[in-house]
């Protein structure tokens, strides 16, 4: 008898519980995935998502204020995934990123692609004498003999970079299509793959990726990183668009000069070459060069041309 009333009580209480409204918490509605918009170099991005500083991951003071550092979801994940990978090997590593894209995209200062999402610039993983981390508030250029310009003390760390590339190359997730750096610092890295006896497959699968820019300056001071277009993005177009040269269009001549003519009004006649379309970053150092116009039209030099 005292345990049927029992029973009844605590079955009345949570009655009582539900009808006051102790419903279970509702789940946190999905963000929206990203979508890449048309080229690297001429596109847009929507639902971008943004890089998070963590303890592998940590912003370049250079650019912690523009905040340019908004990618697709592919390629925001790769980026953690790979620095997390270090993190785990070498629990002093934390990898330094510099810009993405814009929230929505578009051009950027001193950037010739970094438009639609699916580009990032990371900083190397470098280490002093002792073999310390080396944290950069910037990027800083590389010599072929692994220091750094202008501080010998400050060396590029084979292990740490070996290991984020051959992370980002082998990600399950996220197809990542270029890797723009230095030849001498490809060099550099396969020769530590062979070192170490890295898989085959692995460096073979590296060696596609590493590539010193055609039309651009060598990136001897960080890893530009792109990804493939994503699969829920049907208007991302997967190369950059080739900028054309821009000719003058004129139907009449410019009028010969004479000995009576005024070599003045003649100048004033005469056709003006096109100014240059852009500027694009020959560093991140922020010097600027007129963007180069690509001149190759077969097959072999379509892929990439910038990076």
């Not at 501080?151 to 990600?171: E, K």
Request: net charge positive.
């Amino acid at each position: 008898m005292h345990r049927s009333l029992g029973s009844t009580i605590l079955a009345f209480a949570i009655g009582l519980a539900t009808v006051a409204g102790a419903a279970p918490p509702s789940k946190k509605a999905p963000s929206p995935p990203s979508r890449s918009i048309g080229a690297p170099n001429k596109g847009r991005l929507e639902n971008g998502v943004h890089v998070e500083a963590s303890p592998y991951v940590r912003i370049l003071g250079t650019y912690a204020n523009s905040d340019v550092r908004y990618g697709t979801r592919e390629l925001v994940d790769a980026i953690e995934r790979a620095a997390r990978e270090v993190h785990r090997r070498y629990p002093d590593a934390r990898l330094g990123v510099g810009q993405l894209s814009k929230k929505g995209g578009g051009d950027i200062e001193r950037h010739h692609s970094h438009e639609s999402g699916r580009d990032a610039d990371l900083a190397f993983y470098l280490i002093d004498g002792l073999g310390r981390p080396v944290e950069l508030d910037s990027f800083h250029a590389i010599r072929e003999s692994g220091a750094a310009v202008g501080d010998p003390s400050v060396r590029f760390d084979d292990g740490r970079n070996w290991m984020l590339i051959a992370a980002l190359a082998t990600d399950p997730h996220a197809h990542v299509t270029h890797i723009f750096v230095a030849t001498h610092l490809r060099t550099r890295l396969l020769a530590y793959g062979a070192k170490i006896g890295a898989a085959p497959l692995v460096r073979q699968r590296v060696a596609d990726l590493l590539m010193q820019p055609r039309h651009a300056l060598p990136h001897d001071d960080h890893f530009h990183v792109r990804v493939a277009c994503p699969a829920n993005s049907p208007e991302c177009i997967e190369m950059p668009v080739l900028v054309q040269a821009r000719r003058a269009r004129t139907t009449t001549k410019p009028p010969k000069a004479s000995a009576s003519s005024d070599p003045v009004d003649v100048a004033k006649t005469a056709p003006t070459p096109p100014p240059p379309r852009k500027v694009t970053r020959a560093r991140a150092t922020g010097r600027i060069r007129p963007e180069p116009i690509p001149l190759a039209t077969s097959a072999a030099d379509d892929a990439p041309p910038y990076p």
